[in-house]
């Protein structure tokens, strides 16, 4: 049960997909769907395709030819998991749309999760954590509005997949992860997928990144009790940031930060479930 809720995590609750409805009030629902949506295929939205076309392929031609063949079935998973995921449920933002289109999801979740990389659901990425859902991503990256040249803190490394997706538009891109062997595996994702510029600190991401301050944008894709004043601070005038707010355990609400001056403006989009976001002993 405990394996099934960290599954969901990182998912909106409630949602209205496009060809089915999520709704997990409970944990025993929640179960119900992370059990349907890990059954890969028998969701009529989860496409399925066998790789090398299910034959064998001898370890000398496991060559080029092959990868290449991978890459655009990936491709081919990625532009259906935009449409079907991401533009159905109303994400239109060009760089973000053209982001998702572009970051191989399948190189930021372990082996074993490989082939249910671009399915509708969070992976669990060990250490209790998870990678999140495609759609939570783009609506997330959506809400800050990315725009080339902007200078951006993501909370919460995990996979390097939120990271990647803001590297894709900015190459200014800063993640900090409190697991330090999940900071070292979101950083070498990044390198394998040619992220070279992401700049990854493992440390407790409440205090923000000082030197790098202020940012433009703040992404923080683990559940805080209360929004750090320590990044509200190290936030731009002008700048947004968005943070899921709640108890652990608990549905959440994503929450939209806005800087102008003095003035904090908060607005709740939508009702979430993230990891716990974990402090380091003081
Ligand atoms: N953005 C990640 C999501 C990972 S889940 C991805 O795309 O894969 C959230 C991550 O936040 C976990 O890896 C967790 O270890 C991390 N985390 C939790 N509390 C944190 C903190 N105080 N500082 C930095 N990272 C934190």
């Known amino acids: 049960m405990i394996l099934l809720f960290f599954m969901m995590s990182g998912v909106p609750v409630g949602l209205k997909t496009a060809d089915a409805i999520i709704q997990s009030s409970n944990v025993g629902e929640e179960a119900h769907v992370a059990d349907k949506s890990s059954d890969a295929g028998e969701e009529a939205h989860v496409a399925v395709i066998s790789l090398h076309d299910g034959k064998e392929v001898a370890a000398d031609d496991a060559s080029d030819e092959a990868l290449k063949a991978d890459e655009d079935r990936y491709r081919q998973l990625r532009e259906q998991m935009v449409n079907r995921q991401i ?93 330090e062997e999940l900071g070292d595996w979101g950083e070498q994702n990044l390198r394998n997928a040619g992220y070279d510029k992401v700049q990854v600190k493992r440390a407790d991401g409440y205090h923000g990144w000082a030197e790098h301050a202020p940012f433009d944008a703040i992404v923080v894709t683990a559940a805080a009790d209360h929004i750090p004043p320590p990044l509200v601070e190290q936030l731009r005038d002008g700048g947004r940031m968005v943070i899921p707010v709640g108890s652990p355990f608990r549905t959440q609400n994503l929450m939209l930060v806005e800087k102008r001056g003095e003035d904090i403006r908060t607005r709740n989009l939508m009702p979430v479930r993230f990891v716990p976001f974990t402090r380091e002993e003081e």
């Open 87 to 179: 533009i159905a449920r109303g994400v239109e933002n060009r760089p973000t749309l053209g982001a998702m289109r572009n970051v191989p999801r399948h190189k930021f979740v372990r082996s074993a999760e490989q082939r249910q990389a671009y399915m509708d659901s969070p992976l669990p990425i060990g250490y209790g954590q998870t990678i999140s859902q495609p759609f939570i991503v783009a609506y997330m990256t959506q809400l800050i509005d990315p725009e080339p040249g902007m200078k951006v803190l993501e909370i919460g490394t995990g996979s390097g997949y939120q990271a990647a997706v803001l590297a894709e538009i900015t190459d200014q891109v800063f993640t900090i992860e409190i697991v």
